[in-house]
Each structure stands twice: as C-alpha cells, then as structure tokens.
C-alpha cells in the first residue's frame, strides 16, 4: 500500500498563486455517496467508504487537492450533542447541552476518538494511502461554530451579550479539543485541514474580533507548518467586514462563500494570501443547471482571475444530491475559461 505524500504546502500554495492556469479545489465530498450507490448515514459511518469515496472523485476530477467532507456535527457529537442523520442530507446537531454557566464549567473535553472523531481520522489516514497526486485535506469545524452547536446557535448569539463569561468558558474547552483534534489528522498523514467557522460570519466584527479570532489563531499556531496548513473558511455575509480580524488568524489560505462578492474581498486581502470561492453550492451545484452553473463560475472567474491569489472553488461544502452534470459542467467551464483566455 502506498504511504502518504509529505509535501511543503507553503511551498505549494506558492506555486498555486505563480501557476497562469489554477486547477479548481471546490469543497467536494458528500457527492460521492451517487457514485458508490449509498446514503449520507452510510458514508459518515464507515472509514473505508470515505476514503473509498475521496479515491472516486479524485480520479473523476482534477481538483487542485481532494477535501473530506465538511460534517459540522461529529465534533459536537463528541462531546455529547444529539445529531439527527437523514439518508440524502449533511447530519445536524439538535438541541442544546450547555444550558448555561454551570454547565459549560461541567462540560467535559472529550478525548480524541470519541464518537465518531476517530472514524474520521481513520478515514482520513486511509484516503491519504489512496489519493497520492494532490494534497489530501480533512474538514474541520471551527471554536465558535463548535460552541454554537453546544449552546444552541440562537443562545450563543444572545449569551455574547449577556453571558459573554459563560460563552468563553465553552469556546477555551472547544479549542482545547479542536487542537488535539487537528493533531490527530496530522498524525494521520493528511496535509492540512479546511477549518469551518461560519457562525462568526453572523457576529459584528468586535465580537468577532473576541470570541472568535484569538481561539482560532490558538490553533493554528498549535498545528500549522510548511507541511501541514490551515485553510479558513467563513461562509457568512460580515465576512468582509470583519476582514482584518479573519486575516489576523494568520491562516495559510481563505475559503469564502457566496454571501459575499469575492471580486470586493480580493480588495481586501493581501496580495501574496491565497482566497478561494464562491460558486453557490445550494443555487448552482445543488439546483443549478449545467448551463447555468458554467455561467456563473466563468463570471466570477472574470471578475477575479486577474488576482494571482484567487482560486475558484465552491461557495461552501457541495451538498450530497448535487447532480454530477453540474459539478462536471464546473469543472468544464474552469477549463474553458482558461482556454478562452
């Protein structure tokens, strides 16, 4: 069996923002449950379906990396949240286990391999085994959006308010988990991770800049280096506000959604940092068609492929029953577009 490919990821980033043509590294994973003929329960619940699963789109796609899914519940589920799994939809967290301030002292940290997390590296540990001619990535969720499954995302909107103590409390436990977490994917040989912190996209910048920033910044200085990176990825509408408070996690690269205009935060972003995104993943892979969905991925490429550091990618994670015509016709039309231009 081959081992997995350690490779300078600074180094290939670099590389990515000199290359004229850039391949595509849309967030690309539970679709693959069309292409081996099984549910969303199926895939989340077996490791060698997963890695199998990376294996068939890697081969299908030329994608600039091969990304797991972008499943925000398994890292609640460790510590003790109720997840509802449906067999053609990403698995939600329900309810709420950190009521209030009391409980969030009580909460426990679980150890990594609880629940499902050490399915997850496993998964990923075998997908690097299969898929050795591109970067291999896990996903990840973020500190805050960890903690809004925890205390309900409602109440934790409210609880930076009114508990900003109790909502501290939660976010040093989640980071504390999420590390060790990360480092378990990095022992597992993959060559970075795609952090997922859209909850903080609904925060104004100034609690962004607190209840989120320094706790995602905490992480990746535990795990980040040349051979294993962190992209960040924030899928809410304030993302360009808060900018400088995103930037200042110093993550190797950025991965944005389609609630914001990309060409305007390619303004806002240094130069020599790599950003990706938009296409809509609900509205073009998801309910698009394969015309419209060239359309739109040529039209942001217009407007941002004349800055080096932009990659086109989807907006977010492609939903589970995104046709492949659309995802195929995705890929066409980065080809064409290049060709064209």
Wanted: charged share 20%; hydrophobic share 45%; proline share 6%.
């Amino acid at each position: 069996m081959a081992t997995a490919v350690k490779r300078n990821m600074i180094q290939w980033l670099e590389d990515m923002k000199r290359a004229p043509r850039k391949k595509a590294l849309p967030v690309l994973s539970f679709p693959t449950i069309q292409l081996m003929g099984i549910t969303v329960e199926e895939l989340i619940s077996d490791s060698d379906r997963q890695a199998q699963g990376m294996k068939l789109v890697a081969d299908r796609v030329d994608s600039a990396a091969a990304v797991s899914m972008m499943d925000l519940s398994v890292e609640a589920e460790a510590f003790g949240s109720t997840i509802r799994v449906s067999p053609d939809e990403v698995p939600t967290v329900v309810g709420s286990i950190v009521p209030d301030l009391e409980a969030a002292e009580a909460l426990q940290v679980p150890a990594v391999g609880a629940g499902r997390t050490g399915l997850y590296i496993e998964a990923m540990h075998k997908a690097c085994q299969l898929i050795t001619d591109r970067p291999v990535l896990a996903g990840v969720i973020g500190p805050f959006s960890l903690a809004g499954r925890l205390m309900d995302v409602t109440e934790t909107m409210v609880n930076c308010y009114t508990e900003p103590e109790m909502v501290h409390e939660v976010m040093k436990k989640a980071t504390q988990f999420l590390i060790e977490y990360v480092k378990g994917y990095k022992e597992a040989g993959t060559n970075g991770v795609v952090m997922a912190e859209p909850l903080t996209g609904l925060l104004s910048p100034d609690l962004a800049a607190e209840f989120s920033e320094p706790y995602v910044r905490q992480i990746i200085e535990a795990v980040q280096d040349e051979n294993f990176i962190v992209i960040y990825h924030n899928c809410g509408n304030n993302t360009i506000q808060m900018i400088d408070s995103i930037l200042a996690v110093n993550a190797a690269a950025y991965h944005f959604g389609n609630a914001i205009s990309m060409a305007e935060m390619l303004t806002k972003v240094p130069a020599d940092t790599i950003v990706m995104g938009n296409v809509d993943p609900a509205g073009e892979f998801r309910n698009g068609t394969p015309e419209s969905i060239k359309a739109a991925t040529k039209e942001i490429m217009a407007q941002c492929c004349s800055h080096p550091n932009f990659v086109i990618s989807s907006g977010c994670d492609i939903p589970p029953l995104s046709p492949w015509e659309n995802i195929d016709a995705f890929f066409e039309a980065v080809d064409e577009f290049y060709a064209q231009a």
